[in-house]
């Protein structure tokens, strides 16, 4: 079905940094399947791993453990404030899921309280209860009638929370960082007045780590640059390094679903649950999240220059979630140009430009997609006087 606009190109290879595509022309890749493959494209322990594990055990039932699932969470719980995990196929089936957990949990214990409070602009995937939670202005007349029950506040705005709690109020739900509405970053005060909030009124505090998670913002998860910890965490894209991987995390306290409230047939298989647990292993060696924050530094820097040269405006982000805002929506035409010349790159809303590079990407590569991109800006843009 025609639901994306896509260019005239089929992509047949890839590795690290890079893709080919049906005619051999190689591209240089900050987008990485939409800040999914954070070891790059066809990563050598992602590859073995799955051929290892396909020739092992590939899915036993949902219904019974499974050694990689058990490993998988045993790391997850280990590296976080949370202590138990369901896994998932997709970051809306974790949000899903996490949405369920905190509804149940309302039903136990607040009176059958069940509104999630979420935020404008942000995005929490597309079921129909994850597009109800999404304040992305383009779902807002789609698909009617919603699922109800999620009002939202602004991002960075206390008191536009504090204004929408009431008796049946369950949980707060937010992006640490905005990704899909620009990288727009909730602030580490924020974050830490949402705690605050959140603990007195006895209501639950969920992020949706599915874009921050797994090392991109320089710390393995992005709640801990506020230091808060929240009740429960959603985790995707990267977790899986390329393949559909999921997971919803929550404390022991909140983790209150008895038998048949939640499944899935595919989920916590062995072949996937593998690849996620080489991907855990390379993000939590010692030193690969610092590299991750100096790259991101290093990206943030040559932008600023291209700012300065050309013009544009504010370079903003974490780790390597960055974006850049072009002033002016020529979004789409910067994003055409760059795929011409060579470069895939994003543009998450018409007037800004988003990187979301491989979290090994290599300084060589930075200065390649700044050279490409400093041509398309010349061609496009006239520098100012
Ligand atoms: C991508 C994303 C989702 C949805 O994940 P899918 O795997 O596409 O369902 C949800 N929340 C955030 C913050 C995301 O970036």
Not at 88 to 111: D, F, M, Q, V
Not at 167 to 181: D, R
Not at 267 to 284: D, I, K, Q
Request: hydrophobic share 40%.
């Amino acid at each position: 079905m025609d639901v994306t606009a896509r260019p005239p190109i089929i992509f047949k290879r890839g590795s690290g940094s890079y893709l080919w595509d049906q005619d051999g022309k190689k591209y240089l890749d900050f987008v990485q399947g939409w800040a999914v493959n954070c070891l790059g494209h066809c990563p050598a322990n992602v590859a073995k791993v799955i051929s290892e594990q396909s020739r092992e055990l590939i899915t036993p039932s949902p219904a019974f453990f499974n050694e990689p699932s058990i490993q998988l969470a045993r790391i997850l719980v280990e590296n976080s404030c949370l202590q138990r995990v369901f896994f998932a196929n997709s970051g809306a089936e974790a949000n899903e899921g996490a949405i369920k957990l905190t509804r149940k949990w309302g039903e136990l214990n607040k009176n059958g309280a069940y509104e999630i409070i979420t935020f404008v602009d942000g995005f929490h995937g597309r079921t129909l209860a994850t597009m109800s939670a999404s304040g992305k202005p383009h779902f807002e007349k789609l698909f009617e009638p919603k699922v109800e029950g999620f009002p939202k506040a602004k991002l960075n705005d206390i008191k536009s929370v504090a204004a929408l709690i009431t008796p049946n109020t369950v949980a707060v739900m937010l992006e640490p960082v905005q990704g899909e509405a620009g990288v727009r970053i909730a602030e580490n005060s924020f974050l830490q007045e949402l705690q605050q909030l959140t603990r007195n009124k006895n209501i639950l505090l969920i992020l949706d780590e599915i874009q921050t998670g797994v090392g991109r913002t320089g710390t393995l998860w992005g709640y801990q640059h506020s230091g808060i910890t929240p009740d429960i965490i959603t985790l995707g894209k990267m977790l899986g390094g390329g393949v559909p991987l999921a997971a919803l995390l929550a404390t022991e306290r909140v983790s209150c679903f008895e038998h048949g409230d939640q499944g899935g047939t595919f989920n916590g298989n062995p072949l996937m649950t593998a690849v996620g647990r080489a991907v855990m292993e390379s993000v939590v060696k010692p030193g690969f999240l610092q590299n991750v924050s100096v790259l991101g530094g290093y990206i943030t820097k040559r932008l600023s220059e291209l700012s300065v040269r050309f013009g544009l405006g504010e370079v903003r982000g974490r780790g390597l979630l960055i974006a850049l805002d072009l002033n002016r929506s020529i979004g789409s035409k910067i994003v055409e140009e760059s795929l011409v010349s060579g470069l895939i790159i994003n543009a998450p809303r018409p007037d800004i430009l988003r990187f979301m590079p491989a979290l090994n990407v290599e300084t060589s590569e930075v200065d390649e997609m700044v050279e490409i991109l400093g041509d398309v800006f010349a061609r496009i843009l006239a520098p100012p006087d």
